[in-house]
Every structure is written in C-alpha cells, then in structure tokens.
C-alpha cells in the first residue's frame, strides 16, 4: 500500500497510508495528516488517487506545497518524491514499488531526490560514465555554498550551507534568523543538491529578491548573487567541499 513518511528534519514522526480516496494534510486537527506548524495552513493541502496513480493538490495555502523542490499547484506523485510543508517533509512511497527499493529511498540523500531530470544533469551523468578508451572520468565533488551578510544584522555575520535545506526567517528553529516584527516565520528556503543550490519564497513571490528581482518558484543560485529578505542582504559563494 502507498504511504507517506512524515518527517520533521531528520525525525520521522510517523507513517501514514494512503488507504482513501483523499487524505487532507493541515494545521487542523481535523485533517488526516495533522502537522501543528503555524507555517502550515489550516487546510493547506490533499493527496487524492484517480485509478493507479496518486496526485497531491496545494489548497490555495498561505506559504505554498513543495515537491521536489519545485513550488506546485497539483501534480503527480512518483515514487520516493519528497513533498515540503511548511518545515516538515512527507516522503512519498508508492505501492508498487519493491521492498528493497523502499528500504533505500529513506535512506536517500535528500539532495539527489530533488535532482530535476535535465539536460545538464544527463550530461553530468555520462561525464561520471567510463571514456570509450576506458579511461576513468574524475568522480564529481558536491559544492559547499555558505552566505556572507553584506547589509543588516543576525546573529552571524557568515553562514555555510551545509544542511540539505536550510530556512531563512523568524521562526526560532531558522538557520538565519530573521528579525523585526513584520518579518515572516519563515521567508525562504534553501535547498542544498549535487550541483548547486536554489532558493525558493515561501511567500508566493514576495518578500524575497535576488540581484534586486523578485523569487517566484525556485531560482537557482549563482556566484555572488546577493539576496535580499526583510532588510537584510546576504551575498551567496560556492567553494568545492
């Protein structure tokens, strides 16, 4: 049977199966998968099953539903997608997937689970692959980002990006602590992959900038982009770990 693992950072916090046509996921106590966060909405979000295949579905929520990194509305869920609500992650495990596989997708870093199929990614793919004159290629090494504070105060003038997400704002369990009165619980999150990092507004777009543009999604970070939350700017650098 599919089910989802609800996790808050690393702890699991317990195992839910999809064993109706709808379960809602919220802040309210009413709802099938009760997640007490202020950062959820009350009703923020449903996973829902048409024949074989399961869809999760944003209910128009304050800070938005995430899957795999990526800001959605509705979409499909595939097997060991990793859904993000408010600070707490909901790993998908499908029903047809072998029992072996599953024990190893828990165990899945969450950097290369929200890896995006691309054209860049294939390439990085077939460099790792053996040359044709079986020579060995270079195995690839993860990037270690950090943010340096060049306007405004928090408790640290420079931060490394060390954990496979990292969450700006005012909530006290925030890597960068956000602070005024007006500042969100929780503004942003940085998500931490194999070729780099992205950032993504939990604001639906507002609030956050980077290079003086607003985020709306996910935007991938580059070399001294400079990224600007409640009044504080942060310069973003990559280095070789």
Do not use: W
Request: charge should be positive; proline fraction near 2%.
């Amino acid at each position: 049977m599919a089910k989802i693992l609800l996790k808050f950072k690393e702890a699991a916090l317990k195992e839910i199966p999809l064993d109706k046509e709808v379960v809602t996921i919220g802040r309210k106590a009413t709802n099938d998968i009760h997640v007490d966060n202020l950062a959820v909405s009350g009703s923020h979000a449903r996973i829902f099953k048409k024949g074989d295949q399961f869809y999760i579905e944003d209910l128009s929520s304050l800070n938005g539903t995430f899957v795999n990194g990526k800001k959605i509305s509705v979409c499909t869920l595939n097997d060991a997608d990793i859904i993000i609500i408010g600070k707490h992650t909901l790993n998908f495990v499908s029903e047809t997937q072998p029992k072996k596989q599953a024990e190893q997708s828990k165990d899945k870093d969450l950097m290369d689970e929200t890896i995006m199929i691309d054209a860049k990614l294939k390439d990085e793919i077939l460099s790792k692959s053996p040359k044709a004159d079986g020579a060995k290629a270079q195995p690839m090494k993860d990037i270690l980002g950090g943010l340096v504070v060049v306007e405004g105060t928090t408790e640290k003038r420079e931060y490394e990006l060390t954990d496979r997400i990292s969450t700006i704002g005012k909530d006290a369990n925030s890597m960068i602590k956000l602070k005024g009165f007006f500042a969100p619980k929780v503004a942003a999150l940085i998500n931490r992959k194999k070729d780099g990092y992205t950032i993504s507004s939990l604001a639906g777009g507002k609030g956050v900038r980077v290079n003086g543009n607003d985020v709306e999604g996910q935007y991938k970070l580059n070399e001294g982009d400079v990224i600007e939350v409640s009044g504080l700017k942060l310069q973003f650098y990559v280095k070789e770990s």
